[in-house]
């Protein structure tokens, strides 16, 4: 089974950027999708973006083109770059992968195989 590591949390002054990388041992289906979903202190976890295999990519409108997904398809990591941040963005952000997931559904964590541990973001006002 594959196995998801989130990195790249820390804390960041409003404003800022931070780029967040979910590295994957190895996909088990050439056809998936991975998502970025967060969780802040007392909320449910919320969806932020989604890259497919074939690199299409959609983003929550909360985040809208402040963030962008990509693929590093030779490392097997999927990178989550946060730009123009704000407080509402401190959350744990989680990663996740489904296979054969309609990329159309990607907002339902019931859609993922797979979930790595979190990484932290913090940004300060």
């Known amino acids: 089974q594959v196995r998801l590591v989130a990195s790249g949390g820390g804390s960041v002054d409003t404003g800022g950027s931070l780029r967040l990388s979910c590295e994957a041992s190895?996909?088990?289906?050439?056809?998936?999708?991975v998502a970025w979903f967060r969780q802040a202190a007392g909320m449910g976890r919320e969806p932020v973006a989604v890259?497919?295999?074939?690199?299409?990519?959609k983003y929550a409108d909360s985040v809208g083109s402040r963030f962008t997904c990509s693929e590093d398809k030779v490392k097997n990591t999927v990178y989550l770059n946060m730009d123009r941040v704000t407080p509402e963005g401190t959350a744990m952000y989680y990663c996740?992968?489904?296979?054969?997931?309609?990329?159309?559904?990607?907002?339902?964590?019931?859609?993922?195989?797979?979930w790595g541990r979190g990484t932290q973001v913090t940004v300060y006002p």
């Open positions: 890259i497919s295999s074939d690199g299409r990519t």
């Open positions: 190895s996909y088990s289906d050439s056809n998936y999708i």
């Open positions: 996740a992968v489904g296979y054969g997931a309609a990329f159309t559904k990607w907002t339902e964590e019931g859609r993922y195989n797979v």
